[in-house]
């Protein structure tokens, strides 16, 4: 299933299109969070399930939801997940 | 019986449908609601704007964790546990029974070793202003 087309697609297209999926969200400061997009808005406040930090090696595990402030994010990408 | 035909387009999603409308006389006029009805695409877009309980933000999700204890990363390594108490759109917010962790590196000019430090300290109320804020979540399990 293909996320990436020729068409024209506006970037709320693409937030609506992968609520649900594993996603990598980078922060400004350089710190990682990866896990299941459960929501987020058009500030790019983000909510995230069963995240895991990352900052250079692993640091900690947040199981349940975890809230990202929007201005803090640099990017949210698609991950395929092999864990 | 009369029959019109409408283009119409969705100024948002700029989704355009065709349709045919017959009518008894000649000056009946077309409803927005009406022209909607028969889009699919823009009937979508009317529900989400009208119904916002379908759709949950994020906020709404924080909005669970009130009066629970809650984890919060800030900016500076800061990292605060307390009773969410209260919030805004802002992300400031009102914690009760707060432990704040501040966490320092520091590094030996002859080894070059990073130190890791963290000092704590008990504010009973606190207001935090929402720009500082990173992270929240349900405070961590360890292990």
């Known amino acids: 299933m293909k996320i990436m087309s020729l068409r ?3 970037p709320s297209d693409f937030l609506k299109q992968i609520i649900g999926r594993p996603v990598v969200v980078k922060l400004n400061s350089g710190v990682d969070y990866r896990g299941v997009l459960a929501c987020l808005d058009g500030y790019m406040n983000i909510a995230v399930e069963q995240t895991e930090e990352y900052v250079n090696g692993q640091l900690k595990n947040k199981y349940g939801d975890a809230f990202l402030r929007g201005n803090n994010v640099l990017y949210i990408s698609t991950q395929k997940r092999k864990m | 019986m009369y029959a019109a035909l409408v283009l119409c387009m969705c100024i948002s999603c700029k989704s355009t449908s065709l349709a045919v409308y017959f009518c008894e006389q000649i000056e ?3 409803s927005p609601q009406g022209i ?8 979508d877009e ?3 704007q009208t119904t916002t309980n379908t759709v949950e933000e994020p906020l709404d999700l924080i909005r669970l964790s009130l009066d629970e204890r ?3 990363k800030m ?3 800061r990292e605060l546990r307390g009773r969410l108490n209260a919030y805004d759109q802002h992300l400031n917010m009102i914690l009760g029974d707060v432990e704040e962790t501040v966490t320092t590196v520091e590094i030996d000019e002859e080894t070059y070793e990073e130190i ?3 000092t704590k300290r008990n504010i009973p109320m606190l207001f935090v202003r929402g720009d500082g804020v990173v992270l929240v979540a349900p405070p961590l399990r360890v292990g």
């Open chain 1, 8 to 10: 024209k697609q506006t």
């Open chain 2, 28 to 30: 009946h006029t077309l």
């Open chain 2, 36 to 43: 909607l009805g028969n889009c699919s695409k823009m009937a």
């Open chain 2, 46 to 48: 009317v529900e989400q």
């Open chain 2, 70 to 72: 809650i984890y919060v």
């Open chain 2, 75 to 77: 900016r500076n390594d």
């Open chain 2, 116 to 118: 890791y430090k963290s």
